[in-house]
């Protein structure tokens, strides 16, 4: 399946770190910024999380969301969750925690949205989820989107730099003054 640029982004319903959420109704009239995970625990997610963690004030300011979706369970997420905040030394406690973290162990709603990786397996047999990233205007409608495959890792001190992440929020400016 997948979904194209311009459509309206699914108004999917899941469990989270932050309780049962329906998307459209969680979004509300914010931007939204969806970023996949293919597991929990991973030295490369953890640190992303963590980066994101750091900028949570950036987005917010913007009135931009911030949700993560990973194929492990709620339970798994919230004790992920402390090794994130150990990881920016900060107090672990999953309260706290600036954004929800999506659960897709079936991988149900990544399948919906284009992001499996057939070549690609997990140690049961099961296809891991694609590295994306989804901007979700506030009309629910699909912005940006990038795709490419688990194993490559994405750092943000590498992959998404400071200088990355300054753009992405531009862009995010920019469409919010075409919107």
Known sequence: MGINLGEVFPNFEADTSKGKIKFHDWIGDSWGILFSHPADYTP???TELGELYGLVSEFTQRSVK????SCDDVTSHLGWIKDIQ???KQPQVTDDFPYPIISDPKRELATQLGMIDPAEKDAAGLPLTCRAVFIIGPNKTLKLSMLYPATTGRNFKYTFSPNFLRSLLKAVLLLLALA
């Open 44 to 46: 490369v997610c953890t």
């Open 66 to 69: 911030l949700i993560a979706l």
């Open 86 to 88: 150990s990881y920016r």
